[in-house]
């Protein structure tokens, strides 16, 4: 009688929590997690972009009233803005076909017979695990007025130096960038190759096909989802960069030529305290990425 | 950024398999050479800036010539090494580094161990909507979090100059949960019912089972979550004003952005100090290599 008298209330338990309801406890922390650090800072960036935010002295109570779109609009005129966004694009028209290519290329070499694998997968990972501080460190070498890469153009080496060049202090970044994440999505190709069935390349050899031909019929529609998904995170890359113009080219420049959104939200938001426009910076910037994203996947997926 | 989330998706365990298989096609000839050509090639240019980094750390004059690329007996010191350590405390530096990189590390191994058990193993109730809350937040740009997250912990908290404003924004590293949601979901759920008919408390089951069992898991989360904070430049240096709680990344850019010019031999320290930065994040590399399959990667690319 006891245990037909419990029954129920388990039943009514399970149906309520769950069969575990440990696991809520269990999940509860990440959730904190996810919603002070994403869920919260989404909302309050859409509220500052509508408000004119600003920083006050500590203590001062000030008054944020709502300006509507007006900071959007701001931004929106701002030939700085424009500037930064023009280099986004630039560097992802520099950025994404270089990568695509050269981590496809290198992925296929690395998916045959042959030796020191392990060796080539991992020195390819190297620039990838490295701090952008240190990596910036190097080019900074390497690519000054008497650096070794003018030592060996010789008469060649562009004049002003790279990274005070208006021309080439973009295309620079954009390459640095290449080449440190390239590592990340020549393994991302890697398996990505591992799911193209054996038999597609037997029958274009049967069809005579040669390695070339094999490459472009069979490999690269074999691996489009994980173009999409490179292309994708590269743009993503593209649209985020900081440290390079920072520390590379002196704060974005020379006269702005390599400043990024991300260094222009730092300048407005954080160095002149006007919170409420550079947020407004952040949510254009986020929905064109998000916009990118899905309008890569539509192209790239179809069939 | 499902796309990516389909790729984290895919079984550690799986890829570890994948990559383990032969290559598919065993073929002997020119084109195995050309492949071998190229992967050089491309190893060449991953690693010289590496060896370049170490050479120049260690010349007393910087040699930009073609010569400079290789190590001369009569040009070698330490010395830049101590000229960074004077100029930035190495140890204190790399005190904070390491607190910053601990602290996310253990937040994620218990936090994200527990969520991803949970979500994968556990019956409860808004379990789904959790999974979907946090696949939809996690496609956030953090560029559209960086000015929120500032005001909220600068301003709001007041944990400027402070290790916990530093770490919560990284606090529990969203692959890892992945990682092990992905791990659990291949454990039979036989396993855990057994224990609880046998009368274990799911506290009991999570330390004595599923825990031990999660070995190579952790090993792989460790691996991709290290990475982060380590090489992290923007926000710990958003959030940090006194030298003594700025991690080695954040006081090295620093130190190329304002005070190199005080020191005799400036690229010779940059570069000492970019070798203490590097050299950890590489060793920590190749020691768990085996660990980091391309399933878990995306952490450096904090959409």
């Not at chain 1, 630039?90 to 496809?104: D, G, M, R, Y």
Request: hydrophobic share 55%.
């Amino acid at each position: 009688m006891a245990k037909a008298a419990a029954a129920p209330t388990t039943s009514r338990r399970i149906k309520l929590l769950g069969k575990h309801p440990i696991g809520i406890p269990f999940v509860a922390p990440y959730v904190a997690f996810l919603i002070v650090v994403f869920a919260y800072p989404l909302g309050l960036a859409l509220y500052m972009s509508f408000h004119d935010y600003f920083f006050a002295a500590p203590g001062a109570i000030v008054e944020r009233p709502f300006i509507g779109v007006d900071n959007y609009t701001q931004v929106l005129g701002d030939p700085v803005f424009r500037t930064a966004l023009g280099n986004v694009v630039k560097f992802v028209i520099i950025n994404v076909p270089l990568t695509v290519a050269l981590a496809l290329v290198l992925a296929t070499a690395l998916n045959r017979a042959i030796p020191f694998r392990t060796f080539f997968r991992a020195s390819y990972y190297v620039p990838y695990v490295t701090a952008s501080v240190a990596v910036v460190g190097i080019w900074l070498w390497l690519f000054a007025g008497d650096g070794l890469v003018n030592t060996i153009l010789g008469p060649l080496a562009p004049d002003p130096p790279w990274l005070v060049n208006e021309a080439w202090a973009l295309p620079i970044i954009a390459l640095l960038v290449t080449w440190k994440q390239l590592g990340f999505y020549v393994l991302l190709y890697l398996a990505a190759l591992q799911n193209v069935p054996n038999e597609l390349y037997e029958a274009a050899k049967v069809d005579g096909a040669g390695a070339v031909r094999s490459f472009f019929a069979v490999t690269v529609p074999g691996v489009r989802s994980a173009t999409t998904l490179v292309v994708i995170l590269a743009t993503i890359v593209g649209a985020n960069f900081f440290t390079e113009p920072y520390l590379l080219t002196g704060g974005g420049g020379p006269n702005n030529a390599s400043i990024s959104p991300v260094l222009m939200m730092y300048r407005e938001g954080i160095e002149q305290g006007n919170a409420g426009y550079a947020a407004a910076i952040g949510v254009i910037l986020a929905i064109g990425v998000m916009a990118i994203s899905l309008l890569n996947r539509y192209l790239l997926e179809r069939d | 950024m499902s796309a990516s989330v389909a790729v984290e998706d895919r079984s550690a365990a799986e890829d570890r398999r994948a990559e383990d298989r032969p290559p598919p096609r065993a073929q002997a000839g020119w084109g195995r050479y050309a492949a071998l050509a190229g992967l050089t090639a491309g190893a060449v240019l991953f690693l010289f800036p590496f060896y370049y980094m170490i050479i120049g750390a260690l010349q007393k004059s910087p040699n930009t010539d073609i010569s400079g690329a290789f190590p001369q007996p009569g040009n070698l010191t330490f010395d830049n090494f101590v000229a960074i350590n004077q100029a930035i405390n190495l140890a204190g530096t790399l005190l904070s580094s390491v607190i910053f990189t601990g602290g996310v590390i253990l937040a994620t191994l218990v936090l994200g161990l527990l969520a991803g058990y949970a979500l994968a193993q556990l019956e409860f109730r808004g379990k789904q909507l959790v999974f979907n809350a946090m696949l939809l937040l996690l496609i956030i740009p953090f560029m559209l979090l960086m000015i929120p997250l500032y005001v909220m912990i600068v301003r709001s908290y007041g944990l400027e100059d402070n290790y916990l404003g530093m770490i919560l924004p990284f606090a529990v590293n969203p692959t890892a949960v992945f990682i092990f949601r992905q791990f659990f979901m291949q454990v039979p759920q036989d396993l855990f019912d057994s224990a609880r008919i046998d009368g274990a408390s799911e506290l009991q089951i999570l330390t004595k089972i599923a825990v031990p069992l999660a070995k190579p898991a952790i090993l792989t989360a460790m691996i991709v979550t290290f990475i982060g904070p380590w090489n992290e430049f923007l926000w710990p240096f958003l959030i940090t004003k006194q030298a003594d709680m700025q991690p080695l990344a954040v006081a090295l850019g620093s130190f190329i952005s304002n005070v190199a010019g005080s020191v005799a031999n400036p690229f010779g320290a940059i570069l000492a100090g970019a070798t203490v930065l590097a050299v950890p994040a590489v060793l920590a590399f190749l020691a768990l290599q085996r660990h980091f399959v391309q399933s878990n990667l995306g952490s450096g690319v904090k959409g």
